[in-house]
């Protein structure tokens, strides 16, 4: 035990002071060298990439990045869409159960949190990978949030990617609404003065998962506990005023809480047709989007609560038995190049927030950023204000099977 | 069919067929007793059973699993038959007839979101009546759709399964005699609906079992349907396994397997206990039957059964319509009755997929159901040759052709997976066809069976006589005289391969993708535009097969007729030119 802590306060020290010193140089070669070879290695390689399919902005943007790599690295990039990333887990662990440990049916993956965690525990990943991108050395701060390496507290230990940022933001009406509720509290108070105008998508969809946890984050009073395994702490204690809260907020909710909208994108038919007056979106330019496609009326406006709301990072992922990894590391290194991150970022074309550190890319670069247009209903990374962490990644099976137990049955 | 060996190949397409069956009912068992390989489970428990019975909404999921699953398929049958008793042989019964087919062919998940925009309280219903009469300027706040008791999953899925039904009704009119015993009864002074009732629909009813059978399976174990217009809180069970399959904590699916197996275990019991109330029904109604009163106050049952059956399938029209109109809308806000801006970027949009979408579907379905069609008629002939000598001595083939279809998707097509992996064939279209293959043929048998086995076989036989052709004649005579049975098979197995979607997904990982699998992906989206687009296109397909299945059969004699003496008279000008 002691052995083993003095080895690693060793090593540690090691790295902080001699490695930059030190190894810098002949590092630098040998990493330049053995990205050299996965190029050549990825030349002609096809990458069956696994992502969630329900968007046409995001699978525009895939494909626009498919030809890129197509024509720059010679790699092909074929996109299968997904209604659930889980089902690409389930498909990874099929393999292993029959044994085909190689040449696997995926070979990239879109996923983060739970996704994450049970294909790590698994075994079911490649890498470490990530910390050895190009882009990734030269452009990713780990220190700017700590999702970068902390996936729903599953630390990330290089064998994902990190692709973008989400947030949770709230969507009115400003024609029916124009002073939304900004808290919690004041959410409640809203829906007893308007009821069946407000509600959230149903556990377990992610995005539902997610208000309960933001609810949560908001009236528990034990708010460390929350960076804790759920398993080893009061579960019934913490989460108490959780459900006195949501019982309340059922009784005036949206069709009296018997229903629950499946999505986010239903979220936002449903504020269209005015049954609803507040949407939720993990993706920060949703609003502005959806208004683009004639979705939503041009008086739609974005907001955050004033106390911050969740965010986390989504990553990119390789199986370990992916037929096509020197491919599946050029995407993810493509991915993280200010091109790919610039044109992501653009409201008009997905507004995912870019994972780059603004400080870490060159002057031209920055300038790109910061000519970025915004959509008339996305929020400024300022307006966007405080980013409230996601809690212990087991809290959400937790919280979702609880609040079946109460509301399901 | 005049062929030699019938019994063995019988015997190889059994054996083909009862390989996979085994290898997903493996695959679904061990789990569901907690031996799991890939997570490192290898001790047989009842673990997964124990955690399953403490789930409260297992119970929950199950009660409405039989609400609606029990429900749906008796006033399915219901419309159905007083549909068909209330018109066959109608002149405007025809139009009924064809105006069948787009239900049967569409989706049920665009079905299910068209009835959605339809009935929910901002759909078109409200919209038409606000807010001049109703007073609302914005939705209310009413539970029409998703509603806890099932209703809003019903009336969907009655949507979807009595035009099935009716459609397999029709197809069998002909071997039953229909049409005489109706000249017969109404000439001995019996009202329409007393003969339907006391004469036809006791005959009818042995023949169509097996289809009712396949749609009270159906019913249990639907998943996009449930998901779209079900409750979820709690959902049926099959959305509920789908989730638990879902969940990312791997060892859920244990439990859930122990789901699918007592699901399994559900749809027994189910049709147990509908053949046992079908028995007690036809008891306790002989003695009324045969009474020789000419009409019975019990026809007024039919006569309603007409009224909500027409208006289920007005329901259904008004949500095909909606599709189309949603495509081309760009803005739509409750409580306009019509888009107030329209545009066709919807449709451009969806045009370049289309092509590569179109030649993976058409190629799946073509090449599936025609096995089907083949391996159908090898195992009927078998039968029916057997039927002379075992005096109708059920063959194996004939339980066994049920299992894919009443086993749970989403259980048995993981176990299946691993199959395929095993042969390396994941991903492959082979894969995908045989998958459908599995799904297809059922329908095509059962579809079938009853024409093929009441075909009066007497015309081959003095055919034979007359010009001894085996092959010849058993194509020009009994296969020609099948072709209105035939062509419905064929019709029906091709929409049965369109809508597969979970086979598709397994069996394809995604490499290949078909209109359906397109469609439920962006059904999730919740965007109307989107859906009513794909929507549009996956029916296309589907609705040209059913109105060619009507339209050919009764002009194919003509044409070839017609064919044969342009074909003649052009070698008699041809001989004169000489």
């Given at each position: 035990m002691r052995k083993s802590f003095v080895a690693a306060s060793i090593a540690a020290t090691l790295a902080?002071?001699?490695?930059?010193?030190?190894?810098t140089s002949t590092q630098t070669n040998a990493s330049q060298q053995s990205w050299q070879n996965t190029l050549q290695q990825a030349k002609g390689q096809t990458v069956y990439f696994n992502a969630w399919g329900g968007a046409d902005n995001i699978n525009d943007y895939i494909q626009w990045a498919a030809d890129r790599i197509k024509a720059e690295y010679d790699v092909t990039l074929k996109q299968v869409k997904l209604t659930d990333t889980s089902d690409a887990v389930n498909r990874v662990?099929?393999?292993?159960?029959?044994?085909?440990?190689?040449?696997?049916?995926?070979?990239?993956?879109?996923?983060?949190?739970?996704?994450?965690?049970?294909?790590?525990?698994?075994?079911?990943?490649?890498g470490p990978f990530s910390k050895s991108l190009p882009n990734y050395i030269t452009y990713v701060d780990e220190n700017a949030r700590q999702s970068l390496t902390q996936d729903f507290g599953t630390p990330v230990d290089g064998m994902e990617s990190p692709w973008g940022m989400a947030q949770v933001i709230f969507m009115h009406d400003t024609a029916t609404l124009s002073n939304p509720p900004k808290s919690i509290a004041d959410l409640l108070t809203y829906a007893k003065a308007h009821p069946g105008r407000i509600t959230y998508p149903e556990p377990p969809q992610f995005l539902g998962s997610t208000f309960l946890k933001q609810a949560l984050y908001e009236l528990t009073p034990y708010r460390k506990a929350l960076s804790q395994p759920a398993d080893t702490v009061d579960f019934d204690k913490i989460t108490a005023p959780l459900w006195a809260y949501l019982d309340q907020l059922h009784q005036?909710?949206?069709?009296?809480?018997?229903?629950?909208?499946?999505?986010?994108?239903?979220m936002v038919r449903l504020l269209d047709d005015q049954e609803i007056d507040i949407a939720l979106s993990f993706d920060i330019s949703s609003a502005s989007v959806q208004i683009d496609k004639g979705n939503l009326p041009d008086t739609v406006r974005s907001y955050v609560f004033t106390g911050g709301t969740i965010g986390n990072t989504h990553f990119l992922a390789i199986p370990y038995n992916s037929g096509a990894k020197a491919g599946a590391q050029v995407i993810a290194n493509f991915m993280l190049s200010p091109?790919?991150?610039?044109?992501?970022?653009?409201?008009?074309?997905?507004?995912?927030?870019?994972?780059?550190?603004?400080?870490?890319?060159?002057?031209?670069e920055q300038a790109k950023f910061d000519a970025l247009p915004r959509g008339i209903a996305t929020l400024s990374i300022e307006e966007l204000g405080q980013t409230l962490p996601e809690p212990h990644s087991s809290w959400v099976g937790a919280l979702e099977s609880e609040w079946r137990k109460r509301y399901a049955q | 069919m005049p062929l030699k060996h019938a019994k063995w190949i019988t015997g190889i397409i059994t054996l083909l067929l009862i390989f996979p069956i085994v290898i997903g009912l493996v695959g679904t068992l061990l789990p569901a007793f907690a031996y799991f390989p890939p997570l490192g489970e290898y001790s047989i428990s009842l673990v997964p059973w124990r955690n399953l019975f403490a789930q409260g909404e297992f119970y929950a999921s199950l009660k409405l699993t039989l609400i609606t699953g029990i429900a749906a398929p008796l006033l399915a049958l219901w419309f159905a038959l007083s549909l068909l008793a209330w018109g066959y042989q109608r002149p405007f019964f025809t139009k009924v007839e064809a105006a069948l087919s787009p239900i049967l062919a569409i989706p049920h998940a665009a079905i299910a979101i068209g009835l959605l925009f339809l009935l929910s309280p901002s759909g078109w219903l409200v919209r038409l009546f606000s807010p001049w009469l109703t007073g609302f300027d914005r939705p209310p706040n009413w539970?029409?759709?998703?509603?806890?008791?099932?209703?809003?999953?019903?009336?969907?899925?009655?949507?979807k399964e009595m035009p099935y039904l009716l459609f397999v009704m029709l197809a069998t009119m002909r071997s039953i005699k229909a049409r005489e015993s109706l000249q017969v009864g109404q000439a001995l002074g019996y009202s329409r609906f007393t003969l339907w009732r006391k004469v036809l629909i006791p005959q009818l009813y042995p023949i169509i079992r097996l289809p009712i059978f396949i749609v009270v399976a159906f019913s249990l174990t639907v998943v996009d349907l449930a998901l779209v217009i079900g409750p979820n809180t709690p959902s049926t069970l099959a959305v509920t396994l789908l989730r638990w399959f879902n969940d990312p904590d791997l060892s859920m699916r244990l439990m859930a397997s122990a789901g699918a197996i007592s699901l399994m275990l559900v749809i027994v019991v189910v049709l147990a206990g509908w053949e046992l109330a079908h028995l007690l029904f036809s008891k306790l109604t002989r003695a009324e039957r045969s009474n020789g009163k000419r009409f019975g106050l019990t026809d007024s049952l039919l006569r309603l059964g007409v009224v909500l059956g027409l208006l289920a399938l007005l329901n259904a029209f008004l949500a095909l319509a909606l599709l189309p109109i949603w495509s081309l809308a760009r803005r739509w806000r409750f409580p306009d009755a019509l888009p107030s801006q329209w545009t066709w970027d919807n449709i451009d949009r969806a045009t370049p997929l289309l092509i590569e979408l179109t030649s993976n579907t058409l190629t799946i379905a073509l090449i599936a159901t025609?096995?089907?069609?083949?391996?159908?008629?090898?195992?009927?002939?078998?039968?029916?040759?057997?039927?002379?000598?075992?005096?109708?001595?059920?063959?194996?083939?004939?339980?066994?052709?049920?299992?894919?279809?009443?086993?749970?998707?989403?259980?048995?097509?993981f176990g299946l997976h691993v199959l395929l992996i095993y042969l390396n064939l994941n991903g492959d279209l082979c894969a995908i066809i045989a998958l459908h293959l599995m799904y297809v043929l059922p329908y095509v048998y059962l579809t079938l069976k009853g024409p093929y086995l009441a075909y009066e076989e007497e015309y081959l036989l003095q055919a034979n006589r007359l010009n001894h052709r085996p092959w010849r004649n058993y194509v020009l005579v009994k296969i020609a005289m099948l072709k209105p049975a035939i062509f419905t098979a064929f019709a029906i197995g091709f929409s049965v391969s369109i809508a597969q979607y979970l086979p598709t997904l397994i069996a394809g990982e995604g490499r290949y993708s078909t209109l359906t699998t397109e469609a439920v992906a962006q059904a999730a989206s919740g965007d109307r535009k989107q859906v009513g687009s794909m929507a549009m296109l996956q029916a296309f397909f589907p609705i040209m097969v059913f109105w060619l299945a009507q339209f050919i059969p009764p002009r194919w004699t003509k044409w070839r007729l017609k064919f044969k003496k342009a074909f003649n008279t052009g070698l008699i000008e041809k001989d004169k030119m000489c």
């Amino acid at each position: 035990m002691r052995k083993s802590f003095v080895a690693a306060s060793i090593a540690a020290t090691l790295a902080l002071s001699s490695l930059p010193t030190l190894a810098t140089s002949t590092q630098t070669n040998a990493s330049q060298q053995s990205w050299q070879n996965t190029l050549q290695q990825a030349k002609g390689q096809t990458v069956y990439f696994n992502a969630w399919g329900g968007a046409d902005n995001i699978n525009d943007y895939i494909q626009w990045a498919a030809d890129r790599i197509k024509a720059e690295y010679d790699v092909t990039l074929k996109q299968v869409k997904l209604t659930d990333t889980s089902d690409a887990v389930n498909r990874v662990l099929a393999e292993k159960a029959a044994g085909k440990n190689s040449n696997g049916s995926i070979d990239l993956i879109w996923l983060n949190g739970e996704n994450f965690r049970a294909m790590k525990d698994n075994n079911l990943l490649f890498g470490p990978f990530s910390k050895s991108l190009p882009n990734y050395i030269t452009y990713v701060d780990e220190n700017a949030r700590q999702s970068l390496t902390q996936d729903f507290g599953t630390p990330v230990d290089g064998m994902e990617s990190p692709w973008g940022m989400a947030q949770v933001i709230f969507m009115h009406d400003t024609a029916t609404l124009s002073n939304p509720p900004k808290s919690i509290a004041d959410l409640l108070t809203y829906a007893k003065a308007h009821p069946g105008r407000i509600t959230y998508p149903e556990p377990p969809q992610f995005l539902g998962s997610t208000f309960l946890k933001q609810a949560l984050y908001e009236l528990t009073p034990y708010r460390k506990a929350l960076s804790q395994p759920a398993d080893t702490v009061d579960f019934d204690k913490i989460t108490a005023p959780l459900w006195a809260y949501l019982d309340q907020l059922h009784q005036v909710a949206w069709r009296n809480g018997q229903t629950f909208p499946s999505s986010s994108e239903e979220m936002v038919r449903l504020l269209d047709d005015q049954e609803i007056d507040i949407a939720l979106s993990f993706d920060i330019s949703s609003a502005s989007v959806q208004i683009d496609k004639g979705n939503l009326p041009d008086t739609v406006r974005s907001y955050v609560f004033t106390g911050g709301t969740i965010g986390n990072t989504h990553f990119l992922a390789i199986p370990y038995n992916s037929g096509a990894k020197a491919g599946a590391q050029v995407i993810a290194n493509f991915m993280l190049s200010p091109e790919a991150q610039i044109k992501k970022q653009t409201p008009t074309v997905w507004g995912d927030l870019s994972v780059l550190s603004y400080a870490k890319l060159p002057a031209a670069e920055q300038a790109k950023f910061d000519a970025l247009p915004r959509g008339i209903a996305t929020l400024s990374i300022e307006e966007l204000g405080q980013t409230l962490p996601e809690p212990h990644s087991s809290w959400v099976g937790a919280l979702e099977s609880e609040w079946r137990k109460r509301y399901a049955q | 069919m005049p062929l030699k060996h019938a019994k063995w190949i019988t015997g190889i397409i059994t054996l083909l067929l009862i390989f996979p069956i085994v290898i997903g009912l493996v695959g679904t068992l061990l789990p569901a007793f907690a031996y799991f390989p890939p997570l490192g489970e290898y001790s047989i428990s009842l673990v997964p059973w124990r955690n399953l019975f403490a789930q409260g909404e297992f119970y929950a999921s199950l009660k409405l699993t039989l609400i609606t699953g029990i429900a749906a398929p008796l006033l399915a049958l219901w419309f159905a038959l007083s549909l068909l008793a209330w018109g066959y042989q109608r002149p405007f019964f025809t139009k009924v007839e064809a105006a069948l087919s787009p239900i049967l062919a569409i989706p049920h998940a665009a079905i299910a979101i068209g009835l959605l925009f339809l009935l929910s309280p901002s759909g078109w219903l409200v919209r038409l009546f606000s807010p001049w009469l109703t007073g609302f300027d914005r939705p209310p706040n009413w539970i029409t759709v998703q509603d806890p008791y099932g209703v809003s999953l019903i009336l969907a899925l009655v949507i979807k399964e009595m035009p099935y039904l009716l459609f397999v009704m029709l197809a069998t009119m002909r071997s039953i005699k229909a049409r005489e015993s109706l000249q017969v009864g109404q000439a001995l002074g019996y009202s329409r609906f007393t003969l339907w009732r006391k004469v036809l629909i006791p005959q009818l009813y042995p023949i169509i079992r097996l289809p009712i059978f396949i749609v009270v399976a159906f019913s249990l174990t639907v998943v996009d349907l449930a998901l779209v217009i079900g409750p979820n809180t709690p959902s049926t069970l099959a959305v509920t396994l789908l989730r638990w399959f879902n969940d990312p904590d791997l060892s859920m699916r244990l439990m859930a397997s122990a789901g699918a197996i007592s699901l399994m275990l559900v749809i027994v019991v189910v049709l147990a206990g509908w053949e046992l109330a079908h028995l007690l029904f036809s008891k306790l109604t002989r003695a009324e039957r045969s009474n020789g009163k000419r009409f019975g106050l019990t026809d007024s049952l039919l006569r309603l059964g007409v009224v909500l059956g027409l208006l289920a399938l007005l329901n259904a029209f008004l949500a095909l319509a909606l599709l189309p109109i949603w495509s081309l809308a760009r803005r739509w806000r409750f409580p306009d009755a019509l888009p107030s801006q329209w545009t066709w970027d919807n449709i451009d949009r969806a045009t370049p997929l289309l092509i590569e979408l179109t030649s993976n579907t058409l190629t799946i379905a073509l090449i599936a159901t025609l096995l089907a069609c083949v391996i159908s008629l090898v195992m009927l002939e078998t039968k029916r040759r057997s039927y002379s000598t075992d005096h109708g001595k059920q063959h194996v083939f004939d339980w066994l052709i049920y299992v894919p279809i009443l086993l749970p998707q989403i259980g048995f097509l993981f176990g299946l997976h691993v199959l395929l992996i095993y042969l390396n064939l994941n991903g492959d279209l082979c894969a995908i066809i045989a998958l459908h293959l599995m799904y297809v043929l059922p329908y095509v048998y059962l579809t079938l069976k009853g024409p093929y086995l009441a075909y009066e076989e007497e015309y081959l036989l003095q055919a034979n006589r007359l010009n001894h052709r085996p092959w010849r004649n058993y194509v020009l005579v009994k296969i020609a005289m099948l072709k209105p049975a035939i062509f419905t098979a064929f019709a029906i197995g091709f929409s049965v391969s369109i809508a597969q979607y979970l086979p598709t997904l397994i069996a394809g990982e995604g490499r290949y993708s078909t209109l359906t699998t397109e469609a439920v992906a962006q059904a999730a989206s919740g965007d109307r535009k989107q859906v009513g687009s794909m929507a549009m296109l996956q029916a296309f397909f589907p609705i040209m097969v059913f109105w060619l299945a009507q339209f050919i059969p009764p002009r194919w004699t003509k044409w070839r007729l017609k064919f044969k003496k342009a074909f003649n008279t052009g070698l008699i000008e041809k001989d004169k030119m000489c």
